[in-house]
């Protein structure tokens, strides 16, 4: 299986704080793979490290292979690298619409066209001509379509299902679970950490920005050290 992403030896600032220190991860094609541990772990900087969004000082990160530390988070997402991210930075005075259109601007060509949006999002091929003054959950929809609408080689799912009702976020996770079916490649950061890993194939704990433990979800979930120290509410 051929790595997309890998991170090696990864250090990231917000200012002069270390957030990530000694970060090494890899995901490979049409895996999902989660980012595991507790609010301050350093899951969501991960991300946005990948992403050009926080300033990486040491380590490299590569796609396919080749280098992409620090490059602007344009072209990585023209380079096949979607961003959904916690805030979901959707354009409320635009329409539904128009926010998947500006969205598909910085992908590629792929099986993922707007008609098959509309009907793989039923909610929101109903309001495609709305403003997309949404609610909590349909917002997350929005910005799960506008990632897959650039047809991208791999996801980064930053708390897809924060915030939302039980019910709602049921929904979300359905929606999640029929991309990954789809062979879709998906780097996951969830606070819920059994539905995390419920999703996922393998998984990296990490605690105060370090990588304590990796491997698949079973060999994990089965670490009753791992899950009481790390990941136990």
């Known amino acids: ?81 979607a961003f959904v ?19 598909a601007l910085a992908g590629r060509k792929g099986p993922w066209t707007e008609q098959r949006i509309y009907e793989y999002f039923g909610v929101l091929g109903e309001r495609k001509d709305k403003p997309a003054k949404l609610s909590g ?14 047809n991208p080689a791999i996801i980064l799912l930053d708390e897809p299902m924060e915030g939302l009702a039980p019910l709602i976020a049921r929904n979300v996770e359905d929606v999640v679970r029929r991309i990954r079916e789809e062979g879709n490649t998906i780097l996951l950061v969830e606070q819920n950490a059994e539905v995390a890993m419920s999703l996922s194939d393998r998984g990296y704990v990490l605690s105060n920005g370090r990588v304590m433990a990796d491997g698949p979800i079973e060999r994990l979930r089965a670490d009753a050290d791992i899950m009481q120290r790390y990941l136990a509410v």
């Open 1 to 81: 299986m051929a790595n997309l992403i890998e991170l090696d030896g990864v250090d990231a600032f917000y200012g002069k704080s270390h957030v990530l220190q000694n970060v090494s991860l890899h995901v490979g094609e049409g895996e999902v793979v989660s980012l595991l541990g507790r609010n301050g772990s350093g899951r969501s900087t991960t991300l946005k490290a990948i992403m050009g969004l926080v300033a990486v000082r040491a380590g490299k990160i590569r796609f396919r292979g080749k280098e992409i530390t620090g490059r602007a988070p344009f072209d990585l997402a023209k380079l096949g690298i």
């Open 85 to 103: 991210p916690e805030d979901r930075r959707i354009f409320p005075n635009l329409t539904v619409r128009e926010n998947i259109r500006l969205a």
């Open 137 to 150: 959950g349909e917002q997350q929809m929005l910005a799960i379509a506008r990632a897959l609408i650039a």
